[in-house]
């Protein structure tokens, strides 16, 4: 169940990464000679794809996605395209953000990281990692089998 949804987050956040670059590939410096273009387009796409494996991972704790990934790209265009890439990445990463908020707070995703579904004592969810392919931590597991009797 969990890597089914890896998995298809995974997809989501590659089709918002190559949203992002499709809007601002034909922006990259058109002055600079074929190879360089190639190069810098390659660049710009790893950045996108880095910057949403990232949003994926971490998405509570990736501060301004946006201008990070726009700081690291900024170069790789003229003065002139600046503020439209600016703009477009603005909208991609915020477009991937609201999705990523929005797993969370359905419960498919808790931090991007897979937490155990049992609650503490103290009424608190535990915080520790299931067994692999399960629901439940070790110290939970027995709530597992009892779910499935
Ligand atoms: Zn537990």
């Not at 190559?18 to 810098?40: M, N, V």
């Not at 790893?46 to 790209?73: G, H, S, V």
């Not at 909208?91 to 953000?97: F, I, L, N, Y």
């Not at 990692?129 to 499935?148: F, G, K, N, V």
């Amino acid at each position: 169940m969990i890597e089914e949804r890896t998995l298809q987050l995974q997809h989501c956040m590659y089709q918002y990464s190559r949203a992002i670059y499709r809007s601002i590939k034909d922006l990259i410096d058109p002055y600079s000679d074929r190879e360089s273009q190639i190069e810098s387009r390659r660049a710009v796409l790893e950045a996108c794809e880095q910057t949403m494996e990232r949003l994926a991972k971490d998405p509570l704790y990736f501060a301004k996605p946006d201008r990070a990934l726009f700081q690291d790209i900024r170069r790789y265009f003229p003065i002139t395209a600046q503020a439209e890439v600016a703009w477009a990445v603005q909208a991609g990463v915020t477009a991937a953000s609201t999705f990523i908020q929005e797993q969370i707070e359905s419960g498919a995703l808790d931090g991007g990281v897979a937490r155990c579904r049992a609650t503490t004592r103290k009424g608190k969810p535990c915080q520790r990692t299931p067994l692999p392919d399960r629901d439940y931590c070790p110290s939970h597991q027995h709530l597992e089998a009892r779910a499935a009797a």
